[in-house]
């Protein structure tokens, strides 16, 4: 099975600030990555696709990028709606998995 | 508009069986792979079993010999049958579509909640 570690668990940045996100696989998955985030009592939503994909209707604040075993979520100028728990999720092969979570919290 | 809408959750007992229906709307569950995802209290996100436009089905190991996912057509929904429930299957339980040929999940439904306990 693939394992999919996200870092860090937890942060805690400011309205316009530059976040990052990370996440890497147990081998390598190409890009069959995607990223999610979920809010409070709400079901994930679909931001980043095939590692780099923007879902429409993201914002552009919102990128990806990364192949292989190693990728990287980007907020570019961090808002306060952002605030919501973000999630890695490999596609590559059964059974898909998840990162164990990274909340963000706005200062 | 492209929408799921899950319903079937509820409080069993350990032992006990429930079966999770998911309706969709806006596109043809027979033409897409289909997935239930579940999240514990406070957890993160596990997926648990796929469903192919072909109809093959793929489960995670915890509930393989357990959990039956299927489709009705006509209905256009997706089930999961779930038996011999423990109380590790206490879960919000989602449906999502993955309808790339990268399979990512969009969109989800808005979840129904199973609790196992006596």
């Known amino acids: 099975d693939i394992q999919m570690t996200q870092s860090p668990s937890s942060l805690s940045a400011s309205v316009g600030d530059r976040v990052t996100i990370t996440c890497r696989a147990s081998?390598?998955?190409?890009?069959?990555l995607n990223w999610y985030h979920q809010k409070a009592g709400k079901a994930p939503k679909l931001l980043i696709y095939?590692?780099?994909g923007l879902q429409s209707g993201v914002p552009s604040r919102f990128s990806g990028s990364g192949s292989g075993t190693d990728f990287t979520l980007t907020i570019s100028s961090l808002q306060p709606e952002d605030s919501a728990t973000y999630y890695c999720?490999?596609?590559?092969?059964?059974?898909?998995?998840f990162g164990q979570g990274t909340k963000l919290e706005i200062k | 508009e492209v929408q799921l809408v899950e319903s079937g959750g509820g409080l069993v007992q350990p032992g006990g069986s429930l079966r999770l229906s998911c309706a969709a709307s806006?596109?043809?569950?027979?033409?897409?792979?289909m997935n239930w995802v579940r999240q514990a209290p406070g957890k993160g996100l596990e997926w648990v079993s796929v469903?192919?436009?072909?109809?093959?089905?793929l489960y995670a190991d915890s509930v393989k010999g357990r959990f039956t996912i299927s489709r009705d057509d006509s209905k256009n929904t997706v089930n999961i049958q779930m038996n011999s429930l423990r109380t590790e299957d206490t879960a919000v339980y989602y449906c999502?579509?993955?309808?790339?040929?990268?399979?990512?999940?969009?969109?989800w439904g808005q979840g129904t909640l199973v609790t196992v306990s006596s």
């Open positions: 081998q390598t998955i190409s890009t069959y």
């Open positions: 806006g596109f043809s569950v027979s033409s897409t792979y």
């Open positions: 999502a579509r993955a309808p790339g040929v990268s399979k990512w999940f969009d969109p």
């Open positions: 999720q490999q596609s590559y092969g059964i059974p898909y998995s």
């Open positions: 095939a590692a780099s």
């Open positions: 469903i192919y436009s072909g109809g093959n089905t």
